[in-house]
């Protein structure tokens, strides 16, 4: 008999709410369920993907696997596997100590609430300041912001609130990645642009393409990637020349005002508008909405942190917010203060931390961590770097490192000097391949979760419990039971805490520590986690569709005292980053730039091997501009190949006018290790290997640049 049950997806940050049917044992379908959800209805193809991966497609794993000593992939019971991965850890740890042991956190991990908590606390246990994961090689340059700039705790403004959106190199209308690196929606993010500019939002769109998201800009400028440092000291420098910045707000709450006017000086709109390759009258267009508005946003996405000055882009996209005050203030209406962990915004800056100047440091770099985390781009280095206490065992939970590193000559190879790598996925993905052991793992619709990565994300205060609402098969096992398993065969006691980002786990007093003799009943600690929570664990299991608590209006609350903390500007590093900026010259010899791209169908390399995604990408095209192809004589089709200093790959040239000229637009994560001349038998063509892990790495975070990379094409020839 089929029924009918509610849950929220769980592929990206947007978590939306679901209905699926479940007949005989089996999930049938999946629609929107709009009848809580802050977004109202809405699912996207991901969502039905997700239930054909259930259902086996994408060879879903359904045991685990074991490497034999000729390589090959055996089946393997959990129990056994756990028995042998704790034997091996415990006896790394007693000869080389817990450094020995490292742990990658990858996409796949970021909801997986449970298991991401009980990975910090297996962590803490084991005493390993080894912790790498996705950001360091996406979006960290935010981190280095924060930590360079500060913050303002006040936060930035929900979408219905801004009258001015600044979207650079992010494309949410595919992505659903918004709040808080940029303004957006993250669930149905298309109806949150539409609503906005019947609203009457300027929207401005900062990206070489004109892409789903830009369908909405009142104005579109697309520069040559890589020069978002350029194009915002710019801006900076109008709001500056014009006094076009709101002076009030930094007057409060900013310093370095005269040492940014220093720095930004050179940076005329004619200079950036020359290397961006596009119009000065766009630039002053832009910095004149910028310094009309009352409420604006100007944030960023992926394009601008991984192209060359990756860390400078972002500051200074973050300058000219703080220029335009694009800050929620003291008064300002807080639409979603959180509902599982409630918060009450202040009207203070939180100083520069300059976290990686101190405490725990890299083996091979004087470099420590950026919101508890190394770079993960050092990883490789880590491992290979001869020394007693080098890595020797690491845990890939929810990732595909090999690919999404890049430099696949030196990441694979770092990889294969492990004495044990242990991939936790429900894909035989190609870290997986090279693993000593595969743990497959439960899919979402088979196990507990909680909203929690999306409680100060969601436009509006909502909270959903997603309880099992299918079987999981007998041979997989669930994220966060892996970790309490190996723990407890370690004799390394666990607690469950509700960590998020920003906080020192150890340091979190609040904590369940777990029995380490009987599995704990994951209903239970998902009611732990909604221990402060506005909403009480039993209403939200009492309504599966979510909850939305009616809550009092609430505004940011002014600071108590001024705690003396102010926004840095323009620190010695960063003026002396721009000065660097406007000695460069452009890098000669290459005709093109490679930019990154994602796509509706596939979560980096998850789906990619959907039905639905191969029905349109047979392989991830080489987007070139039609102009750019007549100008080389390629066609719509060719075979094309395309080569950095790094590497080369053969990839299918495709037409796209959105397209601005000199740009090559990619999506990452196809095509597997191999390199191959026939991109049509390998499913794609990997881009990570145009990316080198040793030049071009930024300072701070070691970020690799997989965005605006300079390549040159030609036509193919033979096989
Ligand atoms: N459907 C889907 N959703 C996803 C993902 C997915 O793979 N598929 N991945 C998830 C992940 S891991 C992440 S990090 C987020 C990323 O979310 P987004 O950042 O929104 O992702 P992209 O679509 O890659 O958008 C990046 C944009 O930057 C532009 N760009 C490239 N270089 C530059 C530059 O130098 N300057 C400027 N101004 N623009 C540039 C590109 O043209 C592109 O439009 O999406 C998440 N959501
Ligand atoms: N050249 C280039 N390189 C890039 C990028 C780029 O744009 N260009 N983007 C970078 C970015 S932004 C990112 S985030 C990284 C992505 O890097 P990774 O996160 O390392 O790669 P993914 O392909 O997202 O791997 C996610 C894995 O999690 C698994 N998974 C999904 N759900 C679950 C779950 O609930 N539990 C467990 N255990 N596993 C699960 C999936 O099967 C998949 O194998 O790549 C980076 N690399
Ligand atoms: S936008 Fe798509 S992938 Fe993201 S949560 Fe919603 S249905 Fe899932
Ligand atoms: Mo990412």
């Known amino acids: 008999m089929a029924h009918t049950a509610k849950t929220f997806c769980r592929n990206c940050s947007a978590l939306c709410p679901m209905e699926v049917t479940v007949d005989n044992g089996r999930l ?9 959800s802050p977004y109202g209805p809405y699912m996207c193809i991901k969502g ?27 089946e393997i019971g959990n129990a056994q596997a756990l028995d042998e991965i704790a034997a091996q850890l415990t006896a790394l740890i007693e000869r080389y100590g817990p450094r020995s042991v490292a742990l990658y956190h990858g996409t796949g991990a970021y909801r997986s609430v449970l298991g991401a908590q009980l990975e910090k606390s297996f962590l ?39 009258d001015l959106a600044v979207i650079v190199g992010n494309n949410p209308v595919v992505s659903h990645q918004t709040y808080p690196f940029g303004p957006g929606e993250s669930g149905a993010p298309g109806r949150a642009f539409a609503a906005a500019k019947k ?42 020349r014009d006094e076009r910045y709101n002076k009030r707000f930094c007057d409060r709450f900013a310093t370095q005002l005269d040492a940014l006017r220093e720095a930004v000086a050179p940076f005329t709109p004619e200079l950036a508008a020359a290397r961006a390759d596009v119009d000065v009258a766009q630039i002053e267009q832009a910095a004149q909405w910028i310094g009309e508005a009352n409420m604006p946003f100007i944030g960023s996405g992926s394009g601008p942190s991984m192209s060359a000055h990756s860390n400078l882009n972002d500051h200074m996209i973050e300058v000219v917010n703080a220029l335009a005050g694009g800050y929620r203030r003291a008064g300002d209406p807080v639409r979603n203060p ?13 100083a520069a931390g300059r976290s990686w100047e101190t405490g725990v440091k890299c083996r091979t770099v004087d470099i420590g961590k950026l919101y508890g985390e190394f770079p993960t781009a050092l990883l490789p280095q880590e491992i290979t770097a001869p020394g007693p206490d080098r890595i020797r065992a690491l845990i890939v939970f929810g990732g595909n490192p090999v690919m999404g590193l890049g430099d696949p000559e030196r990441a694979v190879a770092a990889f294969g000097e492990l004495d044990l790598l242990i ?9 997986a391949e090279l693993a000593h052991y595969v743990i497959a793992t439960s899919q979402p619709f088979e196990r507990h979760d909680i909203s929690a990565p999306g ?48 906080l020192d786990f150890d340091q979190i007093e609040d904590s369940m520590p777990l029995d380490m003799r009987t599995r704990p009943d994951p209903e239970a600690m998902i009611r732990f986690l909604c221990k402060n929570s506005r909403v009480p664990f039993d209403d939200l299991r009492a309504s599966p569709s979510g909850v939305r608590p009616l809550l009092a209006p609430q505004s940011v609350l002014p600071a108590r005292a001024d705690n003396g903390a102010r926004l840095q500007l323009c620190p010695p590093d960063v003026a002396g980053e721009l000065a660097q900026v406007l000695e460069e010259a452009p890098e000669r010899g290459f005709r093109y730039q490679l930019t990154c791209r994602r796509i509706l169908e596939a979560m980096n390399s998850a789906y990619r091997d959907n039905r639905r995604t191969r029905d349109k990408y047979p392989v991830n095209w080489a987007y070139m501009n039609p102009e750019d192809m007549d100008a080389q004589a390629i066609n719509d089709g060719d075979r094309i190949e395309i080569s950095s200093d790094a590497g080369r790959i053969s990839a299918l040239a495709r037409a796209e006018s959105a397209l601005r000229r000199g740009v090559i637009s990619m999506s990452h994560m196809f095509g597997g290790l191999q390199a191959s001349p026939d991109p049509l038998q390998r499913g794609g063509s990997y881009t990570g290997r145009l990316t080198s892990l040793q030049q071009h790495l930024e300072p701070i975070n070691f970020m690799p640049r997989f965005s605006g990379i300079p390549v040159n094409v030609s036509i193919a020839t033979g096989d």
Do not use: C
């Open 28 to 36: 049938t379908g999946a629609i929107a369920d709009g009848s809580v």
């Open 48 to 74: 039905q993907s997700s239930i054909d991966f259930h259902n086996g497609a994408e060879e879903r794993l359904l045991h685990s696997l074991k490497r034999d000593s000729e390589g090959q992939h055996r």
């Open 124 to 162: 803490s246990a084991i005493g390993t300041p080894n912790l790498f994961s996705t950001m360091t090689i996406d979006q960290s340059a935010k981190w280095v912001t924060s930590g360079r700039m500060g913050f303002m705790a006040s936060g930035k403004p929900a979408f219905v609130d801004v």
């Open 199 to 240: 609203r009457g939002t300027r929207i401005i769109v900062i990206d070489p393409r004109r892409h789903e998201t830009a369908r909405y800009a009142d104005l579109l400028i697309q520069p040559l990637p890589g020069n978002d440092a350029a194009i915002f000291a710019a801006i900076a420098h109008i709001l500056l």
């Open 338 to 350: 959180g509902t599982l962990n409630p918060r009450t915004p202040v009207e203070t800056v939180i």
């Open 423 to 431: 991939a936790l996925d429900p894909r035989m993905n190609e870290t």
């Open 455 to 502: 409680d100060s994300l969601y436009p509006s205060a909502f909270a959903q419990y997603a309880p099992p609402v299918i079987e999981k098969p007998a041979g997989v096992i669930d994220d966060w039971a892996f970790f309490w398993e190996l723990a407890a065969r370690m004799n390394r006691p666990l607690q469950l805490k509700y960590w998020t980002y920003g």
